[in-house]
């Protein structure tokens, strides 16, 4: 299968930065929180690397919700991590220590879905999703936990 490129341009000043991503008509503006010398007025790119991760989830998860033939009326993912600053505010660093730790991935599925079917979404998802490789191989320690929400009648 070919290599699909993908390629960003981002510009700024102090810890502010507006990307470009090519080919798009759009544009993503970051920031980063107060502490760490922004004014918070856009999303860090700590909180674009979790959003990153939910999004990459629910694409990956409708893929292979329709090789499984179930329907997936709705899918609400929460990511939650502990972060590390050590080494991006004082240049310190363990072998072995990563900035991300314990993240975890929750989602609240509402489907036709059987069990057995559930379970290897999950499985086949976090497997497959291309954001959550990037976190495993970076050696972040990666725990997905899904569960089954009534339908919304």
Not at 69 to 88: C, H, I, K, S
Request: hydrophobic share 40%.
């Amino acid at each position: 299968m070919p290599l699909i490129p993908f390629a960003v341009t981002g510009r700024g000043t102090g810890v502010a930065q507006t990307v470009s991503v090519d080919g798009a008509d759009y544009t993503i503006e970051t920031d980063a929180y107060e502490a760490f010398g922004g004014r918070d007025a856009h999303p860090s790119p700590l909180a674009f690397a979790l959003a990153s991760l939910s999004s990459c989830n629910q694409v990956t998860s409708s893929i292979v919700a329709k090789e499984l033939g179930v329907r997936l009326e709705q899918v609400t993912f929460r990511v939650e991590a502990d972060f590390n600053p050590t080494t991006m505010t004082t240049g310190a660093h363990r072998e072995g220590e990563t900035t991300f730790q314990n993240v975890r991935v929750i989602a609240e599925v509402v489907s036709d879905a059987t069990d057995d079917q559930l379970e290897a979404l999950r499985t086949e998802t976090d497997r497959r999703c291309p954001v959550s490789q990037l976190f495993t191989l970076a050696g972040v320690e990666l725990t997905s936990t899904w569960k089954r929400l009534a339908p919304v009648a």
